[in-house]
């Protein structure tokens, strides 16, 4: 029979709770009750669990991951592929939602510093990333995003630039020539990263890019992309294609063109970017750019914890996560 | 200027971590050290950072969400709820992804100890609540979702038979007669407890519940709503409506529906659970029962709040979330 805590701490005359706190190392726990409770565990032969035998290792085990938004599909996705990448090494992920405040950002740096975590996987939307560098919180950290942290941080990243470039390439390709662009406003570098690809490539094909047809929106949600559609369709010589910073700003404008009878992709031909589930199960179905999900989890999972491993002088190391276009119903019918 | 970390570490001549680890209580720290840091913290007149201060409180300030699956939009929208609920507490939320495997939800439990948490909202899929109760965790747990455990933990739900008599009741009202159900094998109860509502609300309409009509799929799903319809429009007699348990079931429906070229509603209707975001910009857009999601927020955060401040000893609370039928274009033209 497996010894329990309870059974602990029925010989050793104390409460459960006293017992946890004395394997856990709580402070404020007088030497007396400590070692009557340490006696006790000899006796019965408790083995501690894993949480109490990682704190005698030095390490928690558990590691945190902030994004900006939860409810955000790819940020969910993001949560639950490093939650699995991790639970394959072993590691527990606490997520925090910092909803791109500084503040919460900063409680990220500094108050996690409290927590038994042993390192932060941070997508910061607020805070500059060559900040980070200077707050004083004694954890690892692995950057995901758009912006480094002037080499000070490892980071995890897509290719921002070049994968706009192949949206944009494909649309062209399809014979468009009024390509519009939602999202150029993005926060934490995404809008005018990914501007640069979408320019890039009407300026290979010899397209002048139209100020009238890159779109800031306020934000990166559905909403954003059905209101920046709208606009779209009321100028004098509407788009003939769209591609939209994320999937999200997509399916929104998708439910515009709906509402307004036009055809996809024959009127207008969309395309998005993050490959959320949501996307590929939508009528019509949505063209976009698929990072490779496991892949960036996997190494901002792996970097971390080489970090936390201790190698901690080794250079700063900045990963392209592989991304591809996946064509769909919106730019094929 | 405010002092910093650094400068404490310079007074005391020992790096930030060490100071972070006296400010912190960490174990393995000389009394020597420990003496020198906390001068240096009184000259320098230092006032440590709120995981700091929380700790000489005895509490944190960070709570715990396990829900079972990131990456579901409604988990997802409900972690985003509950984090905004706390944070207008001052509380800071870590959301862990228990995969609904028992070993996560059991490190939830028990592994949860050793984190600097102040309680926990658990969303249990396959460790049955009632046995919740016997674990040997020391913190405060509110249950979210359709079991209770005993009487033993404050549980925050919606009426799920209720709710499910009022979507069956709804596409009955349309004259729809052959109404499917798909859904009725998910987990934690929730498959169950909703057929229960379904065939009552059939049976109030003098209707005959049709097994052939009920289906469990593998999971809770895009693909198995999608695949789950696949198997009813193989019926020789197929249904006229659906009532899907959740609304990423209905969504999958939606899609196969629109690749077999049928209308909805006039073919089949088409009925969710959840009122995630995508159901609302989904052409068409999707009928569905509302939880009133900031209700369920507010009242879990504040039901664990209060258990944290010690109201440990008062009933057990089981609080019913406010819901709604909001009614769109998969079953009104």
Redesign the interface.
């Known amino acids: 029979m497996v010894t ?3 059974d602990v701490a029925a010989r050793a005359g104390v409460s ?2 006293t017992v ?1 706190n004395v394997i ?2 709580y ?1 404020h726990i007088t030497s007396q009750t400590r070692a009557k409770v340490q006696a006790a565990i000899e006796e019965l032969d408790y083995r501690p ?4 035998r ?2 005698r290792k030095g390490r ?1 085990d ?1 590691i ?1 991951l902030a994004i900006p ?5 790819y ?3 993001l ?2 592929a490093i ?2 990448a991790a ?1 394959k090494r072993g590691i ?6 910092t ?1 791109g405040e500084a503040a ?1 950002e900063k ?1 990220v740096l ?8 042993d390192g932060i996987i941070f997508s910061p939307i607020t805070t500059s990333p060559a900040r980070i560098g200077e707050t ?1 919180t ?1 954890k690892p950290i692995v950057l995901l995003g758009e912006r480094d942290a002037g080499g000070r941080l490892d980071r995890v990243a897509v290719d921002s630039v070049q994968a706009s470039y192949d949206a944009t390439t494909h649309l062209i390709s399809l014979g468009r020539r009024r390509i519009a662009a939602i999202g150029v406003g993005g926060g934490a570098g995404t809008g005018s990263v990914r501007r640069r690809g979408y320019r890039k490539a009407l300026k290979a094909a010899g397209i002048a890019h139209d100020p009238a047809l890159e779109l800031a929106g306020t934000g990166y949600h ?1 909403e954003d992309g ?1 209101a920046s559609m709208r606009e779209l369709l009321a100028l004098p010589e509407p788009p003939d294609a769209v591609f939209c910073f994320n999937d999200l700003l997509a ?2 404008a ?2 515009t063109l ?1 509402d307004a009878g036009l055809s996809v992709p024959d009127d207008v031909a969309v395309v998005g970017f993050d490959d959320i ?2 996307g ?4 019509p179905s949505l063209t976009t750019i698929a990072p490779d999900m496991e892949w960036l989890a996997d190494h901002a999972v792996e970097l971390l914890l080489d970090r936390i491993a201790g190698n901690g002088e080794a250079a700063r190391r900045d990963l392209t996560v592989p991304h591809t276009l996946t064509i769909r119903e919106s730019t094929s019918s």
Chains 1, 2 share one sequence.
């Open positions: 329990r805590l309870s459960v709770k946890s856990n190392d402070p669990n894993v949480s109490a990682s704190l928690s558990f945190a938004e939860m409810a955000s599909p940020f969910a996705e949560g639950a939650s699995r639970k527990t992920v606490l997520i925090d939602q909803e919460a409680l500094d108050g996690m510093r409290g927590q038994l975590i004083e004694a559905r059905a399916l929104g998708l439910r709906a589930e949501d590929r199960y939508h009528s």
